[in-house]
């Protein structure tokens, strides 16, 4: 069970724009910054937004990261197929002094 | 900066596994956090445990004491040790950078460099 909170899946048709939410709590999300991954098939997971909405060099700015008091989102618009992956949404906890994870949600390209 | 998992495929229970790191153009006494995170078949992603060159540690509860992270300077690489493994650890595991933004301030939560990940199995 994780601790962060987000919808198994997700998807969309080519060029709408998708959102995914990441619930937690005060000591994670509440009180620390969000990131997201892109997990592709059969690769490691790729860092694609940190501090809520900043988004690592490479990354393009369809996708964009929000914070809102103990929930988080991601949006990415202009869907395309290679945006088909597992999605994790992270925030330090300072309850348990580590990192949490969400269970992922899998974005499907229609 | 690149990251390479080397270590067993295969673990019995009960038994330790060790995994090592191995860093190539950077350097572990960088102002990084390294450390482990681990993906279940099929399922989400979990934080094993970190630490820094000064030896300080974080490490996820959940593991129950049963984790060790350590850096080994002259090889510039770090070490993931997880005793009494159990079925239930059978995962990938990937060793990871924690982010930094300049000067030296940590991300929280952000890993922006990943190992390809090494698959573990524990079975007798």
């Known amino acids: 069970q994780s601790v962060l909170t987000q919808p198994p899946s997700a998807s969309g048709p080519p060029g709408q724009r998708v959102t995914i939410s990441c619930s937690g709590g005060r000591s994670n999300i509440g009180d620390n910054p969000v990131s997201w991954y892109q997990v592709l098939p059969g690769t490691a997971p790729k860092l694609v937004i940190y501090n809520n909405d900043q988004r690592p060099s490479g990354i393009p700015d369809r996708l964009s990261g929000s914070k809102s008091g103990t929930s988080a989102s991601l949006a990415i618009g202009g869907l395309q197929s290679e945006d088909e992956a597992d999605y994790h949404c992270a925030s330090w906890d300072g309850s348990l002094n580590g990192v949490v994870f969400g269970g992922g949600t899998k974005l499907t390209v229609l | 900066v690149h990251l390479q998992e080397s270590g067993p495929g295969l673990v019995k229970p009960s038994e330790t596994l060790s995994l090592t790191c191995t860093v190539s153009g950077g350097s572990v006494i960088n102002p990084n956090w390294w450390g482990w995170v681990r993906q279940f078949p099929g399922a989400g992603l979990e934080y094993i445990g970190e630490?820094?060159?000064?030896?300080?540690?974080n490490y996820n509860p959940s593991l129950h004491g049963r984790v060790t992270v350590s850096i080994d300077r002259p090889y510039n690489r770090f070490s993931l040790r997880l005793d009494s493994m159990t079925a239930a650890d059978t995962a990938m595991y990937f060793c990871?950078?924690?982010?930094?933004?300049?000067?030296?301030?940590?991300?929280?939560?952000?890993?922006?460099?990943w190992g390809q990940g090494v698959m573990v199995a524990v079975s007798s």
């Open positions: 990871v950078r924690g982010a930094t933004q300049a000067p030296a301030h940590r991300i929280l939560g952000a890993f922006d460099i």
């Open positions: 630490t820094f060159h000064d030896r300080s540690s």
